[in-house]
């Protein structure tokens, strides 16, 4: 016997229901240094445990330890640890939660996005000025952070 899941909500509309934006970008920055906190002491635990090899590779350890943490959190909640200390997580346009394939594509793009720093610099522009508080991945993907309290 199956069971049909009722199609979620579309999210509401930022001039209609602003409290459900408001503060996005602020909290995102903020749940990105917690994120970055994690991120560097997970790293640093792999430096014994590697007996001291990954200290000279550790930025390349920090960013694959920093794509894993992000998909795996993302893809299970919507968020990250930092997003949910927040109260912010990810959905798509249409209101329905992340699933592995969009928290890989996010992340992906948020990965190629730091590499190429005035892509990171125009996504947080983007977040700062667009009604929905999308960066430039969330446009891409038809994707944006909501406050979890307001959706």
Request: aromatic share 14%; glycine share 6%; charged share 10%.
């Amino acid at each position: 016997m199956s069971y049909a899941y009722p199609a979620p909500l579309p999210l509401p509309d930022p001039a209609e229901v602003p409290e459900a934006y408001e503060g996005v970008a602020l909290k995102r920055a903020l749940a990105w240094v917690v994120d970055m906190l994690v991120i560097f002491l997970i790293s640093a635990v792999t430096i014994p445990l590697t007996f001291f090899i990954s200290a000279f590779f550790l930025p390349a350890v920090m960013l694959v330890v920093s794509f894993i943490y992000r998909w795996f959190t993302v893809s299970g909640t919507g968020s990250t640890w930092g997003m949910r200390l927040f109260g912010i997580e990810f959905r798509n346009l249409d209101g329905s939660r992340f699933s592995s394939q969009d928290a890989l594509l996010h992340v992906l793009g948020y990965t190629i996005s730091l590499a190429i720093s005035p892509l990171q610099l125009v996504s947080v522009i983007l977040m700062c000025f667009t009604p929905y508080g999308q960066g430039l991945t969330d446009l891409a993907l038809n994707t944006t952070a909501v406050n979890t309290t307001r959706v």
